[in-house]
């Protein structure tokens, strides 16, 4: 009742503000020149933006600031006819067409409004494009974590030097100059607005600047060394070999071959990059929701229809992600550890937080001191340039892999909370593991111990506190996405656990089993695999259907079985894949042009969410929603992150493997595993280097 409440009055509020402009009775001049046609669209906007020169005069009786001695000249230029002026009225908001549909953000004119640089009476001012919701007084909960999407939304141009409160004031007066709605409790809230450009440059952008220069600097450097190498091979000194490894030419050649490398597992390079693009997609949908959308009642229909199963059942992805980590980090130690080597257990540690944590950094860099710098718009300010000052406090959330549980609602980079349970899972892998080496039975029974535990605890978690499995709600009666249950269930470790320790089961089976099935076994097990993943996407899509009240009961039933069905899916599609029995299966996830997508996968999904949001920040005008929409917007997210995973993984990713090589893989060494890098959203696992001292080549 309150957001239909809140659509009723801001109709009249739209309507009130419209009718202060039908008592004009100027008629269309005829188009003679220009002089006389911006004097009538003078008037005109005068006319219909009355209201909002009325709040406007509210602040020169309140306060005594810079803001109210602004505003007071810029009602002066209105009056004597400043053509600057009265285009701070044009860029504000005006009559919102679309209302029963649910277009319920006008962002004004973005443009318009920040190119207002004007002079009058000695004061110079700049305009300043703000946000603010109309609505009731009543605040969302604090409790309840979400976007206020759905939530009526404004725009004004105001004089620079005007902050948040004082534009809520403004607002809050035109409100109680409009009789037809004074008395019926509404009251602007949640004001922002975008930063007035400035040249000013900080310490850390300058030493950001640096660090990428030197990068860019050394990296050319070096492949100019291998291009000289490659023409006089015999006069190369054997620093110029060295440097020559971190050529771009010669990385560049090494991310795009094609070439299969023995004992790799083709198909998972596939069901990688497949996973990889369906995380995109599912990201996709959410990023729509950063800028308007004309038609918001029909999303919510969408929802409900069959036609969306495509995006409700994308977070499978992750789990899949999940189970290759398990499988790959089970296989390679277990490997390692039956041909008789050696494991330097505080390497092994070290080994994986060195290679996933500076490529974080980096981009945690450019996050914190570049991205404001690469676009702006009526809601960047929100999405992108307050989420800049909480990654300069929070960056060391993501460092040490603990943002998926303290303060996960305020991390550098909210998406990286896989990266945080992967993590933890990994550190955990060794005391399951080793005992399956030493003690296989004993192994076995604490393997199983801790996979039964990973299935039945999060049902109980989410039975006790009363979660659901929606990684979002789409609250229209309160007019909010809610993402509550995201961060407190979605991303716990406990949450996650079971599709790990089930692909640690498969690491362990592919490891040490050799067994023939019969067809008959096969046909079977896919059969049965064709039916799990179809329960997985129909009981999800019930799940996303708002036509089904929540239900605990149902609930605490798809926590205990959707995660644990898709991963035995998958499990047995990679067994399948990896023993023989894959068929045209194998054949597709095998093909040759995954490979080079599945080694950019990493850094495609360090990068792919900061292109997203930074178009979807940026966007000026609203967009109307539909599948169409959304398939092509993701192409486009798709194409990019691709491109530019390509550039940041010729840059950071490549040198930081050949850095291993040179300092951390010392000739001394006689035996050893390395596992190279964890696994969600794309992240490549391989094995690299267990071998013995006879055999190991730089």
């Known amino acids: 009742m309150l957001f239909h409440h809140n659509v009723l009055v801001t109709v009249l509020f739209l309507t009130s503000i419209q009718s202060f402009g039908s008592a004009s009775k100027d008629t269309v001049p005829s188009i003679h020149g220009s002089d006389e046609t911006r004097e009538w669209i003078k008037r005109i906007v005068g006319s219909l933006r009355q209201p909002w020169i009325e709040g406007f005069k509210s602040v020169l009786h309140t306060t005594e600031s810079s803001c109210a001695t602004e505003v007071a000249v810029l009602i002066q230029a209105m009056e004597s006819g400043q053509e600057w002026a009265f285009q701070m009225l044009d860029a504000s908001s005006g009559f919102q067409t679309g209302l029963m549909k649910g277009n319920f953000r006008d962002v004004g004119l973005y443009d318009e409004c920040v190119e207002v640089n004007g002079q009058f009476n000695h004061v110079n001012i700049r305009g300043k494009h703000c946000m603010v919701s109309l609505g009731s ?5 604090p409790e309840v974590i979400g976007v206020d999407y759905l939530r009526i939304s404004s725009s004004i141009c105001v004089p620079s030097s005007c902050n948040e409160t004082q534009v809520e004031q403004i607002v809050n007066a035109t409100v109680a100059n409009i009789p037809t709605i004074s008395h019926l409790g509404l009251e602007a809230s949640n004001a922002f607005c975008a930063d007035v450009g400035s040249d000013d440059v900080s310490a850390g952008e300058i030493y950001t ?9 050394f990296m050319i450097a070096c492949t100019i060394c291998d291009f000289a190498r490659r023409h006089k091979q015999t006069e190369a000194s054997t620093v110029m070999n060295t440097l020559a490894k971190f050529s771009l030419y010669t990385n560049a050649l090494a991310v795009l071959s094609t070439k299969v490398e023995s004992d790799t597992f083709q198909s998972i390079e596939g069901i990688r990059v497949l996973s990889m693009c369906w995380v995109i997609l599912g990201h996709r949908f ?19 229809s069959w036609t969306s199963l495509y995006i409700q059942a994308a977070p499978f992805a992750v789990e899949t992600f999940f189970l290759v980590s398990g499988f790959f980090t089970a296989h390679l130690l277990l490997k390692a550890l039956n041909s008789g080597r050696q494991i330097n257990w505080p390497m092994f540690y070290l080994h994986r937080y060195l290679r996933l944590t500076p490529s974080l950094v980096v981009v945690m860099l450019f996050v914190s001191f570049f991205m404001n710098r690469f676009g702006n718009g009526p809601l960047w300010k929100i999405w992108i340039g307050d989420h800049v000052e909480i990654c300069k406090n929070n960056w060391w959330f993501d460092i040490l892999y603990i943002q998926n549980f303290l303060n996960p609602d305020v991390t550098c980079l909210p998406y990286t909370w896989y990266l945080a349970v992967n993590m933890q899972l990994f550190w955990l892998s060794p005391i399951v593991i080793y005992p399956l080496y030493r003690w296989p039975k004993h192994g076995i029974r604490i393997l199983g111990f801790v996979l039964l535990a990973s299935i039945f605890i999060p049902p109980v978690v989410l039975g006790i506190n009363g979660y659901t499995n929606r990684i979002f709600t789409m609250r229209v009666d309160l007019g909010i996405l809610v993402f509550g249950d995201l961060v407190n269930f979605y991303i716990a470790t406990y949450n996650r656990a079971s599709a790990y320790f089930l692909g640690m089961f498969l690491g362990y089976d592919v490891a040490t089993k050799k067994r023939q099935l019969t067809k008959v076994n096969v046909w079977i097990n896919w059969i049965a695999t064709s039916v799990l993943l179809l329960f997985c996407m129909c009981a999800t899509h019930c799940n996303y259907n708002n036509a089904f009240a929540y239900n605990r009961v149902f609930e605490v039933v798809v926590a205990l079985t959707l995660r644990s069905c898709w991963s035995i899916a998958i499990a047995w599609i990679i067994y399948a894949c990896t023993h023989g029995y894959g068929g045209p299966v194998n054949s597709f996830l095998s093909m040759p042009f995954f490979r080079p997508l599945s080694r950019l996968s990493f850094s495609t999904y360090l990068v792919h969410m900061l292109i997203q949001c930074m178009r979807s920040a940026a966007a000026r005008t609203p967009v109307v929603f539909s599948n169409s929409l959304i398939i092509h917007e993701y192409l486009i997210d798709l194409v990019l992150s691709i491109v530019a995973a390509f550039v940041f993984t010729l840059f950071f990713e490549s040198p930081l493997v050949v850095l291993e090589k040179i300092f951390v893989s ?5 035996n050893r595993v390395t596992l190279v890098r964890g696994t969600d959203n794309g992240l490549q696992v391989k094995e690299e280097g267990i071998r013995k001292e006879s055999t190991k080549k730089d």
């Open 137 to 141: 007084a009543s605040p969302m909960s």
């Open 209 to 217: 600047l640096i660090f990428f220069l030197a990068v860019a600097v």
């Open 286 to 304: 959410i990023g729509l929701f950063i800028r308007p959308v004309v038609n918001v009642f029909e999303v919510a229909e969408w929802l409900n």
């Open 666 to 670: 010392s000739k001394s060494e006689v």
